[in-house]
């Protein structure tokens, strides 16, 4: 049997951008309503939806680096507000080593 390599095309990064948007309003969302008994435990929170984060944060910017087309308007809401820091959005979504 031949095992498929995964998906590596502007579909795929769409629903990376899509996963990464849904972590952003879960963040947000976890800043305005959730009450935690204490900061610590916010931070712990906040710290485990960063770290699932991460890895798709990451696998995207690969796959901009490397050449896949993608849609401004499908960007989440962080990479938009990273981009109209520093102008065009497809000169600035590279991984930086």
Same mark, same amino acid.
């Given at each position: 049997?031949?095992? %498929?390599?995964? #998906? #590596?095309?502007?579909?795929?990064? %769409?629903? $990376?951008?899509?996963?990464?948007? $849904?972590?952003? &309003?879960? *963040?947000?969302? *976890?800043?305005?309503?959730?009450?935690? +008994?204490?900061? =610590?435990? #916010? +931070? =712990?929170?906040?710290?485990?939806?960063?770290?699932? %984060?991460?890895?798709? !944060?990451? +696998?995207?910017?690969? $796959?901009? +680096?490397?050449?896949? !087309?993608?849609?401004? =308007?499908? *960007?989440? &809401?962080?990479? #938009?507000?990273?981009?109209? =820091?520093?102008?065009?959005?497809? !000169?600035?979504?590279?991984?930086?080593?």
């Amino acid at each position: 049997m031949n095992k %498929r390599s995964p #998906r #590596r095309d502007k579909y795929f990064l %769409r629903e $990376l951008h899509q996963e990464i948007d $849904l972590y952003d &309003r879960k *963040l947000a969302y *976890l800043g305005k309503y959730v009450d935690f +008994a204490s900061p =610590e435990d #916010r +931070a =712990e929170a906040e710290k485990k939806l960063l770290s699932k %984060r991460a890895p798709l !944060e990451k +696998a995207a910017l690969e $796959l901009a +680096a490397s050449g896949v !087309e993608y849609q401004d =308007e499908n *960007l989440p &809401r962080s990479f #938009r507000t990273m981009n109209l =820091e520093h102008g065009n959005a497809q !000169e600035d979504l590279t991984l930086a080593k």
